[in-house]
């Protein structure tokens, strides 16, 4: 099991923007995560509204970063990335911070090569379904701002 700290050491989400507490289980397909952020009144994802569901997209993109350091080779480091699409999302709350118990984040990779990965998500809390859908992922691309 890896801890925040640990987390964060392999994503380059940082300080409060790193929303996972922890890895539960990993494999070569996928990586369960867990956190109790979502309830925190600072959370940085968080609005005058409360911490709406398709934040549940950034829960899941982040472990998809996750799993993505944890089958590299361990001298790559973090790979800036951006998600290029997500698809079939659902999302089956209003709210996140309402929710009392956990997340739970499950990705699991469905393709991927070189720079594109595609990735299945799953986020819940207490057994029930909170978000589902997939999202592409593309890897070491650099933004343009022009």
């Given at each position: ?35 109790g ?51 079939d ?20 990779r ?37």
């Open positions: 099991m890896l801890e925040r700290a640990d987390i964060a050491a392999r994503i380059p989400h940082q300080d409060r923007m790193c929303v996972l507490d922890r890895v539960r289980e990993w494999d070569a397909d996928g990586v369960t995560c867990t956190t952020s979502h309830r925190d009144a600072d959370n940085p994802l968080r609005s005058a509204s409360g911490l709406l569901s398709p934040c549940a997209i950034e829960y899941a993109a982040q472990a998809m970063a996750v799993h993505g350091a944890l089958v590299a080779p361990p001298e790559a480091g973090p790979r800036p990335g951006f998600l290029a699409s997500v698809r999302v659902r999302l089956h709350t209003a709210r996140l911070d309402l929710l009392p118990g956990d997340l739970e984040v499950q990705v699991w469905l393709a991927g090569a070189g720079s594109q990965v595609l990735y299945q998500f799953r986020v819940s809390s207490d057994g029930a379904l909170v978000a589902e859908g997939r999202a592409a992922v593309v890897l070491d691309t650099p933004l343009s701002l022009s």
